[in-house]
């Protein structure tokens, strides 16, 4: 039964998607909110993350798009006044910031309830020592581990247990700031890492269980005491690569009856000792040579194994979790999924499920490949089939890196090499399993030196018997549905068969080897039950469900997140699929990534949990005979299955012709040409020394751009006919099949973005979008204000003629994103986009329009009301890195993507807006007196009147010898400090390590500068170690300046401020006096703009 007086309730977010806190929790936290909104529970979500389907304002009753803090969150509880808070679902920030709110007394003064999961069984479970006591007192196996809370006491704790050591760090998720020890040295770094990391300033010293298997077990518990088991899952790595990191099974499957009966007993046991309410996910190490085990920890809340435990069980965990933070239990609830199950019934599996990471290493310079206890990954795909063999290929497909488990693209790496990589492994660990099996190395040796259980290494070998067998075979139906059986796609059998990918899918149709549809059901179709969660597989005879001709529309998702395509084409497919539906009959989704909105059961019509392949794709498109496929809101994935879906299927919106006249930088160049619209002088590359004349006709620098590309992969700007040498081959790589452009390199640029919706005669114009930063860092890195700041109204009536031409020109029906150079009054078109961009949630929540709705009726063949958006609100869009996470990547932005998210916040200014985001994205916003390092090439004149303001302002400013000097000259008041290659002190490195640095400012001198290889090499170390100890850098010259303005005018504004933040910053709209003075410096209009099409 329900608690009562619970009428209103805080849901704490998680903020921005960064490595280890990513897309999961839009899912668990919309969830959340349909099954508080059911019991007529008003809802407070406190979420910056822009891009979250739950920050919608149809889902929750009222969203505060501001830093997930203690100071704002008690401003907004003192306004809202809530019954309930519910913590569990915003990942570890959520439930730091309650730990934090209820040891401060907010809650209890403000008598709010802790829903769900209590205070003190969160921080059992967060606080290391605290844990390891707990387990302890009631009989449950640990790690031999010491508590350290500085590096004496962790050196003693490792000499006590002995090395190697495992450095596990409270407070944190994604093995954040954690490592494996195997010496003094080594120990001494991580500690120190570590403790900088923790929220409580606390690392646990724990033996290393080398070796040992890794497996999970997912669990739900109600007030009543009812638990049940939802899912357990193995890892494929052994202990010491997260599990983030690592491929997962479900169910486990190299586990004893015996060894999984004696993990859900603990698992249980640990559940009901700790008190949750709720789900939660325990972790465990398993002696491969005994039945020897240690829980390792638990995460007292939704997680990113919690969603996956979800999606591949079909149980609604974060749903029934909700409710039963309300007070219902078990048998009171019913699996919504199935309609005839109680919430009190464990899933049953009849299918195989595994999960695959995917890392984006390619796009950071000098990062380590490495992979260990802290999570680097920055998505993952689950692929489900009726064996292992079937799903393990199928997952390797989806990561959507062009390689297949058997093609390992490792030819030539010797014997030694193999090895080394199975000792040491790195993001190409499973592609060397499978090449150390072609070579020759025993699955024995195999095991010993990776961890990985035989049972798994037989499995893979199957894989590549199977090859040799089709390789040795001329085609026929046996051995094509033996392949397809184990999981090989139409396009590796073509190669191994000597055929291409279309004459292998004729042949499968002409013999009626055809993929069947099975559901996911939870109950492994022991009792009828008729459901929407699907998947494709040749492990079968039947569908299950019988296709019915209809008005029927598919949409492609966006497939796994990386950098470039995440959450915010998740917000894009889920509001075109939902406004689709008021449209036609049957919505169908096809979509691989466990971590989105767009998989849940009960978004659409239909779910194919399923590759975004062509092969895949078109299977599914036969079964279900659609009106047409809507491929533009699924980012680039989609977009590039374009050209092989448009000979046999209907693309809904703009035509393929149109797309590939865009994404084909050469043919978009000759169109802009032909439209006599400014653009920056450029050239198809055709030859390297043809690249090299133009470059030098033009004057350095010069743009290096592939086509069909998303994030700006292999972009790079060259400097100088060495760099230039060097990219071309890069992006040729990249861009194999599609042109490659190189144009003239605009320094001092600002770019400028619209984002829009056509109906191929009629435009909206959604927002003109400024960068702060100039041109040179990528749009996905860079600070983005709506209204713009710096745009003339002549300037803006030229973005706004060349979109409508461009619009006509292509005869763009549905979304697009048009990116503009201004410079000295000029307008210059640098790219165009014919697809939803990953601005749109933000443009359609600053302006209050929601262009997902005004696409899906542009590509239904709808028309829609011309004009152009009115921003309701000043908004500002900061990104959000995760270089902390991977281990020696530079920390420096550039035409290539590297931030892993988004926030925006809003206010009466630009100033407020943008100290607020900068805030909400981790950035620590210096105060009065803090130390500010400013280190600067031969830009360091351009920073002068703002290193003044800011030394004016109270802050202690510091710099490198040749910076200070400047300073000294020009009456600046500073502090030399040197660098790691001057090997005197005061050291930077000391500054930073010991945090007394708050701010770094250092923009970089680029290699094509004069400087040498040792100022290069010292300013990113400099770059590097911030980043290690958490402290917020500033690479760029323009922000630095924008930052400086609003921090001088942020102290000002605090030592007279007044007004609550629940007041300034939260509340969803700004006045209307304060808008209109505000777009009163942009444009004179404040009505909506019909955009004429010439």
């Known amino acids: 039964m329900k608690i009562d007086g619970i009428k209103s309730v805080v849901i704490v977010g998680s903020g921005a998607i960064k490595i280890g806190e990513a897309g999961e929790f839009d899912y668990s936290t919309s969830q959340a909110i349909k099954a508080l909104r059911e019991e007529g529970i008003r809802t407070i979500v406190v979420n910056p993350n822009i891009a979250t389907i739950h920050t919608d304002e149809k889902f929750a009753d009222k969203v505060y798009s501001v830093p997930i803090r203690i100071d704002f969150l008690e401003d907004i509880i003192a306004k809202e006044r809530p019954d309930g808070i519910l913590l569990g679902f915003g990942g570890q920030t959520a439930l730091n910031c309650g730990v934090e709110l209820a040891e401060r007394g907010i809650l209890s003064k403000y008598n709010v309830k802790v829903l769900g999961t209590g205070i003190d069984s969160i921080e059992i479970a967060d606080n290391r020592e605290l844990f390891k006591k707990t387990m302890i007192e009631h009989g449950i196996p640990v790690p031999k581990s010491r508590k350290a809370i500085d590096l004496e006491t962790a050196l003693e704790a490792a000499r006590e247990i002995g090395f190697p050591v495992m450095v596990r760090v409270a407070y944190t998720l994604g093995g954040q700031g954690s490592g494996v020890a195997f010496d003094e040295c080594t120990l001494g770094e991580i500690a120190l890492r570590g403790l900088a990391y923790s929220r409580i300033k606390q690392v646990l010293i724990e033996e290393y269980l080398e070796k040992w298997k890794e497996v999970e077990y997912e669990v739900m518990r109600d007030r009543d005491d009812n638990c049940i088991i939802i899912c357990n899952m193995e890892n494929l790595d052994p202990m010491g690569i997260h599990t983030g990191d690592s491929i997962v099974v479900a169910p486990s499957q190299t586990l004893t009856n015996r060894e999984y009966n004696i993990l859900r007993e603990t698992a249980q046991k640990v559940i009901r000792t700790l008190g949750i309410v709720g789900e939660c996910n325990i972790q465990f190490a398993l002696d491969p040579k005994s039945e020897e085990f240690r829980v390792i920890e638990v995460n007292s809340r939704l997680s990113r194994s919690s969603a996956l435990a979800s999606k591949a069980t079909g149980y609604p965990i974060a749903y029934i979790a909700a409710k039963l933070s309300l007070g219902y239990v078990l048998p009171e609830l019913s699996n919504k999924i199935t309609g005839v199950t109680s919430a009190c019934f464990e899933p049953a599996l009849d299918y195989v499920v595994v999960k695959a990471p995917r890392w984006d290493f390619q796009k950071f310079r000098k990062v380590s490949k490495g992979i260990g206890t802290q999570m680097k990954s920055v998505g993952e795909v689950m692929a489900i089939g009726r064996c292992f063999e079937e799903a393990l290929q199928k997952a390797i497909r989806m990561l959507d890196i062009g390689r297949e488990l058997t093609d390992n693209g490792l030819a030539g790496r010797s014997v030694e090499r193999i090895r080394r990589e199975l000792r040491e492994p790195t993001d190409e660990r499973i592609f060397y399993v499978s090449k150390a099996l072609k070579s020759g190395i025993s699955t024995d040796e195999i095991t010993k030196l990776s961890g990985i259980d035989r049972w798994f290494l037989d499995k893979i070998n199957n894989i590549l018997e199977m090859e040799k067998r089709i390789a040795k075979e001329k085609i026929n139906p046996s051995i094509v549905r033996s392949a397809k059986e184990f999981g090989f796609s139409d396009k590796k059998l073509g190669k191994l068969l000597g055929k291409t990918e279309a004459q292998i899918r004729d042949y499968r149709k002409a013999h009626d080897i055809l993929p069947v549809t099975k559901q996911i059901d939870t109950m492994a179709a022991e009792w009828p039950a008729a459901t929407n969660y699907l ?27 990386r950098i470039g395509s995440s959450v915010e084409f998740d917000w894009c497919c889920v509001n075109m699929a939902t406004a689709l539906k008021k449209r036609v009959s049957e919505v169908i989704m096809i979509n691989c990534n466990p971590e989105t909105v767009s998989t849940d059961f009960d978004i659409l019509d239909k779910l194919y949990f399923e590759e975004l392949s062509l092969e895949r794709v078109s299977d599914i498109l036969d079964k279900e005979q659609p009106r047409g496929v809507v491929v533009s809101v699924g980012g680039q994935t989609a977009n590039n299955l374009v050209k092989g879906l448009s000979e046999h299927e209907t693309i809904l919106g703009t035509s393929p012709d149109s797309i590939d006249a865009a994404e084909d930088r050469s043919r978009f160049g000759q169109l802009l040409d032909r439209l006599k619209i400014e653009q920056p002088k450029w050239d198809k590359l055709r030859s390297l020394e043809d690249a090299k004349r133009f470059s030098k006709q033009i004057g350095y620098p010069v743009l290096i751009r592939p086509s069909y590309v998303l994030s700006g992969s292999a972009m790079n700007v060259a400097f100088n006919e060495a760099q230039l040498t060097g990219y071309i081959r890069e992006a040729a790589r990249v861009s194999r099949k599609n042109p490659v452009v190189i144009s003239k390199f605009l320094t001092g640029a600002r770019e400028v973005e619209v984002d829009g ?10 927002a003109i979008i400024e960068h702060v ?3 040179g860092v990528h749009s996905g890195d860079a600070t983005m204000t709506i209204p713009t700041l710096s745009i003339t109204e002549t300037v803006r009536k030229k973005l706004l003629f060349y979109s409508g031409r461009i619009a006509r020109s292509l005869n ?4 697009f ?20 961009s990953r601005s749109m949630p933000f443009v359609s929540k600053t302006i209050g ?17 011309p004009g152009e958006g009115i921003p309701q609100r000043i908004g500002v869009k900061a990104p959000q890195f995760s270089f902390t996470r991977l281990d020696k990547a530079d920390p420096v932005t550039g035409v290539e993507m590297v931030s892993t998210g988004e926030v925006a916040c809003f206010g009466d200014s630009f100033q407020d807006a943008f100290i607020n985001a900068l805030t909400a994205s981790n950035f620590y916003i210096p105060k009065k007196d803090d130390a500010i390092l400013i280190s600067m090439g031969e830009t360091r004149r351009g920073i002068l009147p703002y290193a003044r303001m800011l030394a004016r302002a109270g802050y202690r400013i510091f710099a490198t010898q040749h910076t200070a000097e400047e300073f000294s000259k020009n009456g600046i008041e500073c502090r030399i400090l040197y660098k790691v290659s001057e090997k005197k002190r005061p050291n930077i490195m000391d500054y930073l390590q010991n945090r007394e640095i708050r701010l770094v400012i250092n923009i970089p001198s680029h290699e094509g500068d004069p400087a040498s290889h040792r100022i290069l090499k010292d300013e990113y170390l400099i770059r590097r170690k911030a980043a290690e100890f958490g402290i917020p850098i500033v690479t760029n010259l323009e922000l630095a300046r924008a930052l400086t303005k609003a921090l001088v005018r942020n102290n000002a504004r605090q030592q007279s401020k007044t007004q609550s933040r629940a007041e300034a910053f939260v509340t969803p709209s700004i006045s209307t006096m304060a808008l209109r003075a505000r777009l009163a410096c942009s444009s004179s209009r404040t009505e909506p703009i019909p955009v004429t099409i010439p």
């Not at 296709?547 to 492609?556: E, I, P, Q």
């Not at 919706?757 to 959604?766: A, E, L, M, P, T």
């Not at 994103?817 to 939803?836: D, H, S, T």
């Not at 005004?854 to 009301?865: R, Y």
């Open 812 to 815: 763009i029906q549905g979304p």
């Open 535 to 561: 998947y494709l597989t040749y492990g079968g005879e039947v569908d299950d469900v019988a296709y019915v001709a209809g008005d029927k529309v598919v949409v492609l998702g966006s497939g796994c997140y």
């Open 849 to 865: 329009t929601n262009l997902m709705d005004l696409a899906a009726e542009a590509i239904t063949n709808g028309t829609i009301k």
């Open 817 to 836: 994103n048009i990116q503009f150079l201004v410079k000295n009054g000029q307008a210059l078109v640098i790219e165009c986009n014919l697809r939803a």
């Open 757 to 766: 919706v056509s109906d191929g005669s009629r435009v909206f114009i959604g």
């Open 773 to 775: 930063e100039n041109a």
